[in-house]
């Protein structure tokens, strides 16, 4: 029988615990995305820190140094050129509205004489000009808090790499399960954020490609700026690339260019799609034998959790959350003591 004052010192300590935890973690939360991501880089990185500190007898500090390194020009350099593309192609319309508002003029004119719908009314121009310092300073802002998290994920990462052995057992410990079901769970987590950090970015560069050659074969206006955003656009599940190719489809038929339109939708249909389809679920049934709704309704959830990290760690969340309930029908439901 624990004593009353047992029970005060274990309650009052898990109620600190909550809540320092609770206080830490909405204050952290600006830089989850860099955290996230030295989590990310960390499990990709992981062998090859134990293969230079164990069979090479690498110093932790040089090894993870080096490794950190290979991270900031295999990952961080092509995510920041395509990220400054698409900035600079922004901060360009911010800095001379006409860039974007002649387009605009063109293309509503376009609709006007194709339907007889009246786009460009005064009223509509006042909002477009006002909301054009909002996006400005969204811009700059996202810029800001990118660069703070790209610091620190790789100031997080390099603490990582030297401690990640101890981490990972410590972690282990603290799960509430026996040795063999703590193995498990780690190792499944381990696998399902390794085949998402290689296979959402593997997708995005088929993607991106396939859809950048059929936009140069009919002729389709920037076909590199709209390839790159039908890369960030295969992070989104169900409708992923027809966000770009069919309003820019759209876009060329209003302009008269109605063959090119209609094989760029037939492309779009029959190429990219099925280019997207294949690969996002061959990857994830092979690397982590995770189900492709799993996947979905994951990056659903984890975008709105944790933002454009979510297409990581949603599908880790659902998966985790069904190995949970798993365990518990197996464990006490059915009464098995073999549960994995």
């Known amino acids: 029988m624990h004593t009353i004052r047992e029970k005060y010192g274990r309650y009052s300590l898990f109620v600190l615990i909550i809540g320092l935890g609770v206080v830490i973690f909405l204050k952290i939360i600006p830089f989850l995305g860099g955290l996230l991501g030295a989590v990310t880089i960390y499990v990709l990185l992981r062998r090859q820190m134990r293969f230079l500190t164990e069979r090479r007898r690498w110093r932790p500090a040089l090894a993870a140094s080096t490794l950190l390194g290979e991270a900031v020009f295999c990952f961080l350099i092509p995510i920041s050129l395509i990220g400054w593309m698409v900035a600079v192609k922004i901060q360009g319309m911010v800095v001379n509205p006409r860039t974007l508002i002649l387009p605009l003029r063109h293309l509503a004119d376009l609709v006007e004489a194709r339907t007889g719908y009246e ?41 990582l790499l030297i401690g990640g052995r101890r981490m990972e057992d410590y972690c282990r410990d603290l799960l509430p399960f026996d040795r063999a079901v703590s193995r498990n769970v780690a190792h499944e987590i381990h696998l399902i954020v390794r085949s998402n950090a290689i296979g959402i970015p593997l997708l995005a560069v088929v993607q991106g490609f396939v859809a950048y050659a059929g936009y140069l074969i009919f002729g389709a206006p920037s076909p590199l700026f709209w ?63 995770t189900h492709p709704l799993v996947t979905i309704f994951g990056v659903f959830i984890g975008l709105s959790l944790f933002g454009f990290m979510g297409v990581i760690f949603g599908p880790l969340l659902l998966a985790m959350f069904l190995y949970f309930v798993d365990l518990f029908k197996c464990r006490y439901l059915d009464g098995r003591g073999d549960c994995r």
């Open 227 to 289: 390839g790159v955003l039908t890369c960030f656009a295969t992070v989104i599940p169900i409708v992923g690339t027809a966000l770009v190719w069919v309003p820019l489809a759209a876009y060329m038929a209003l302009t008269g260019a109605w063959a090119p339109a209609v094989g760029l939708v037939l492309y779009g249909l029959l190429v990219v799609t099925h280019v997207d389809n294949v690969v996002r679920f061959v990857l994830q049934k092979r690397m982590a034998h």
């Open 119 to 159: 786009l460009w009314s005064e009223a509509n121009v006042r909002w477009l000009v006002g909301q054009i310092p909002t996006v400005g300073q969204w811009l700059v802002e996202g810029m800001v808090d990118f660069a703070i998290n790209i610091v620190v994920l790789l100031f997080v990462l390099y603490f």
